[in-house]
């Protein structure tokens, strides 16, 4: 909660001075007294706002680190890395240019409340015999991330078309709810419910296009990767696929 706080408190700072400095420069245009004024606008016009949606992909492969940590799988339990889960995630962004070509930039991702149902076959330690055991694990995850990096954007030569890298850090919160709910077998036990939370600091990187809809606003797609490396979701990693507006001042 705090860290959407913070990111709203910024993206509301960027989108006011982002308008004041369209509506500042349009407004003075044809006042060359006003050279100072002029100035200042053209020093806020450099900023830039936002807000962006798309689909998550989360390799469900990783649901089984967290499950060891709370004492649910044991270390030769395998789970299967090849399906995978998605859900909803949106962005909000703003930045000042500080060249042409180069911005720094801040922002809020939330990658969504999304549910997971996966199977997990295993041996089972205590069972003399080498039981086979199977699992179903389903549950929702919750990731949001502050976003804080540099970002290079680059006009294609007589086209309205453009490309960008980003590339930072992000201060992430995420928390997890989920049940082992084993098959009927005689060696089945009741549901076993779990949550854990963690937080941290990691990297981020972001390869996307943009589409130059008028001179104030532009149409953006990309590519987020998070890589969640700290604390007990350590080898998280999370794709989002989006589409963006961008108002620039």
């Given amino acids: 909660m705090r860290l959407i706080q913070l990111a709203l ?5 960027v989108v006011h001075l982002t308008y004041s400095a369209g509506w500042t420069r349009e407004y003075y245009d044809d006042y060359e007294e006003f050279e100072d004024v002029g100035m200042a606008a053209s020093i806020l016009s450099r900023f830039y706002a936002g807000v962006g949606l798309g689909t998550i992909e989360f390799d469900v492969g990783n649901i089984s680190k967290v499950a060891r940590s709370n004492d649910i799988l044991n270390q030769n339990t395998l789970i299967s890395d090849s399906e995978s889960s998605s859900g909803i995630g949106a962005k909000l962004f703003g ?3 500080v060249t042409d070509n180069i ?6 991702a939330s990658l969504g409340e999304w549910k997971f149902d996966i199977v997990v076959r295993g041996d089972d330690p205590s ?5 086979q055991q199977s699992f179903n694990i389903g549950g929702k995850v919750e990731i949001d991330t502050l976003i804080i990096g540099a970002v290079i954007n ?3 030569p007589s086209t309205s078309f453009g490309i960008l890298a980003r590339a930072g850090i992000i201060v992430w919160d995420s928390s997890v709810s989920a049940a082992v709910n084993p098959d009927p077998t005689p060696s089945s036990t009741a549901d ?3 949550s854990d939370s963690g937080s941290g600091t990691d990297t981020h990187f ?3 296009g ?4 008028s001179k104030h606003l532009q149409l953006m797609g990309g590519w987020d990767r998070f890589d969640l490396k700290s604390g007990e979701e350590s080898g998280l990693s999370v794709d989002l696929l989006y589409v963006a507006l961008r108002l620039r001042g």
């Fill in 9 to 13: 408190s910024i993206l509301v700072v």
């Fill in 95 to 97: 930045g000042i240019k």
């Fill in 103 to 108: 911005a720094l930039e801040a922002g809020w």
């Fill in 127 to 131: 069972n003399p015999d080498t039981f």
């Fill in 154 to 156: 680059y006009d294609i």
């Fill in 192 to 194: 076993t419910a779990f």
């Fill in 206 to 208: 972001s390869l996307g």
């Fill in 210 to 213: 943009y589409y130059n809809l």
